[in-house]
């Protein structure tokens, strides 16, 4: 129930600031726990995602953005939950890791067309990549999913670079101006909205905006 009340208030926190001239897009991660392992069942990760889609659409939010997914399961059970109890348009956007075989894939082995394929099938109307990777990594994972998708909408939340700890902290390495830099060659992939993800900051976000002229 504190959980209820605390999404349902951030959401419309959000929307009361950003007015009449700004979307909000509610955030919902991964839960961490394992289909896999049979740590829990598919019907306990509904009904989590269910508590959630419901408190971020009660408090105004204007659409539901699935990320960082691993899981192909977990993220389309997310997917039909906020598609099943909200009316809200559903975003899902998976990470992936460059292996060392060259290829993009996620903790669960997962490849960004399969993964994209999967949750569009699910009802997701946008589909993408978020975190893990700064802008120049998003690029060839973009291709991947504009080849099996070529139709849909792409959203690309990248890094500010690759963390590095310095001192026990996350340091990302990419300025704003570096991330704007290689924002239009994400969009030549065919991404079709670009944010940030970690380590990014709102100059970094007004210089995206720059960059790409809309
Ligand atoms: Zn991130």
Redesign the pocket.
């Known amino acids: 129930m504190g959980v209820r009340v605390d999404l349902r208030a951030a959401a419309a926190l959000s929307r009361q600031a950003a007015g009449d001239d700004a979307l909000v897009i509610a955030s919902v991660g991964p839960t961490g726990i394992l289909l896999l392992l049979g740590d829990v069942t598919g019907e306990q990760l509904y009904d989590a995602f269910k508590v959630q889609v419901e408190a971020l659409a009660a408090g105004g939010a204007d659409a539901i953005c699935i990320?960082?997914m691993q899981d192909i399961e977990e993220a389309q059970i997310a997917v039909r939950a906020a598609r099943e109890n909200t009316a809200l348009p559903v975003l899902c956007t998976f990470?992936f890791e460059l292996t060392v075989k060259g290829e993009y894939r996620t903790m669960m082995g997962v490849g960004p067309a399969e993964a994209a394929q999967a949750v569009h099938a699910a009802g997701a109307a946008v589909v993408g990549t978020?975190?893990?990777n700064g802008m120049e990594r998003m690029i060839p994972i973009v291709r991947e999913i504009r080849a099996a998708l070529p139709d849909v909408p792409i959203l690309v939340?990248a890094?500010a670079g690759l963390p590095r700890l310095v001192g026990g902290v996350d340091v990302f390495s990419d300025s704003p101006e570096d991330m704007a830099r290689l924002a239009p060659a994400v969009v030549a992939a065919g991404a079709t909205i670009v944010g940030g993800?970690?380590?990014t900051t709102p100059a970094h976000i007004a210089a995206i905006r720059r960059a790409l002229g809309r």
């Open positions: 990320e960082t990470s978020n975190c893990g939340h890094n993800c970690c380590g």
